[in-house]
C-alpha cells in the first residue's frame, strides 16, 4: 500500500499531536501507523505519520503547501515522502564481501524497499559478484598518496547515478570532510564494534586483547569525526575466553550484517530522526 510519510520534530508543547492530527482529519487522511516520542532532557517532540496516499486529494506538493502554516507556527524541522519512489542506494566496499552480499540478497528478494543504484570499490575483487545482479560495478582505486582524485569521482559517481543515501559495507577507506558534508546524514557505515568503544582499526583484535564478554556492531551515519556520527542501531554477540580473534571476526561479520540491514532498512523507511548526535528510532 503506497503512503505518505510525514516526519516532524520541533520544540515540545501542547497541542502538536491534536493539530496535525486534525489536519489529517479535515483532508480525510487515513493514519495507518503513528510514532510519538517527547524528549524530556533536549524539549523537542518527535513524530512520524504514515498515511494513506489514496486517502488525501492532493499530492506532495500541495501537502507541503497546505500544511507549512502549522508547521511554521510550531516552528517544526519536517519532510513528507512518497512510499512509491524508491530511494536509490549507492553502495561502496573493498574486499570483504559480507555485508555487500547480504544487502544484494536481501534487495534480490525484495526485502529492502530500493533501487540499487551502482557499488563503488577501491578493488575489483567483488565485480563478478555484483555485476550478476545486474548493478553497475565502479572500480575506483585510491592512491595513498593522493586520495583526492579518487573520491572526486567517488563524489561524482554518486552525483550521476542521483543517489538518495550512500552505504560503506565495509569500505575500508576514511571519506574527506567535504564529501561527509556534501551527504549529512546521507552515508550510512558499519562499524566492526559496538561504539564507542574500540574505534578505528582491528577491534576485534582490541577487544581479544582487553579480554571484553560482549562483542559487537554499530550502525551510524558518517560525519567528519571518525566513528562518532549518530548511532542507528547497534547489536551484540557474547563471546567467552575460549573464543580466539579468528572467532570473534567470524561471529562480528553475522551481527554486521543484521545491524547493518536493519540500520538501513529504517533509512529507506524514514523511521530515523536526528537531533544533535544522538538519534530516534520509530521502528
Not at 250 to 276: N, P, W
Amino acid at each position: 500500500m503506497r503512503t505518505f510519510r510525514l516526519v516532524i520534530a520541533c520544540p515540545d508543547g501542547v497541542g502538536i499531536v491534536a493539530k496535525v492530527s486534525h489536519f489529517l482529519a479535515s483532508h480525510n487522511g487515513w493514519i495507518t501507523e503513528a510514532s510519538h516520542h517527547s524528549d524530556e532532557q533536549s524539549g523537542w517532540f518527535f513524530m512520524r505519520h504514515e498515511i494513506r496516499a489514496d486517502s488525501l486529494p492532493f499530492g506532495l506538493d500541495e501537502f507541503r503547501e497546505a500544511f507549512a502554516p502549522i508547521a511554521e507556527a510550531f516552528s517544526m524541522v519536517w519532510h513528507i515522502t512518497d512510499s512509491g519512489r524508491k530511494k536509490r542506494v549507492a553502495l561502496m566496499a573493498s574486499r570483504e564481501s559480507h555485508c555487500l552480499a547480504d544487502l544484494l540478497h536481501r534487495w534480490h528478494s525484495q526485502e529492502l524497499d530500493c533501487d540499487i543504484a551502482c557499488v563503488i570499490s577501491n578493488h575489483n575483487d567483488l565485480r563478478s559478484m555484483v555485476e550478476w545482479h545486474g548493478i553497475p560495478y565502479y572500480h575506483v582505486p585510491v592512491n595513498p598518496a593522493d586520495k583526492q582524485p579518487a573520491f572526486a569521482e567517488v563524489s561524482r559517481l554518486v552525483s550521476e547515478h542521483a543517489a538518495d543515501v550512500v552505504v560503506l559495507a565495509r569500505y575500508m577507506q576514511i571519506l574527506p570532510p567535504q564529501l561527509c558534508q556534501d551527504y549529512a546524514q546521507r552515508v550510512i557505515n558499519i562499524h566492526h564494534s559496538f561504539l564507542p568503544s574500540f574505534v578505528g582499526a582491528k577491534p576485534y583484535h582490541q577487544a581479544a586483547a582487553r579480554g571484553v564478554k560482549l562483542i559487537g556492531a554499530t550502525c551510524h551515519y558518517v560525519t567528519e569525526e571518525l566513528d562518532a556520527g549518530p548511532i542507528i542501531e547497534q547489536d551484540v554477540v557474547r563471546i567467552s575466553h575460549s573464543h580466539s580473534t579468528e572467532d570473534m571476526v567470524r561471529l562480528g561479520r553475522d551481527v554486521e550484517k543484521m545491524v547493518l540491514a536493519r540500520g538501513l532498512r529504517y533509512h529507506l523507511e524514514d523511521r530515523v530522526l536526528v537531533h544533535g548526535n544522538k538519534t530516534v528510532i520509530f521502528d
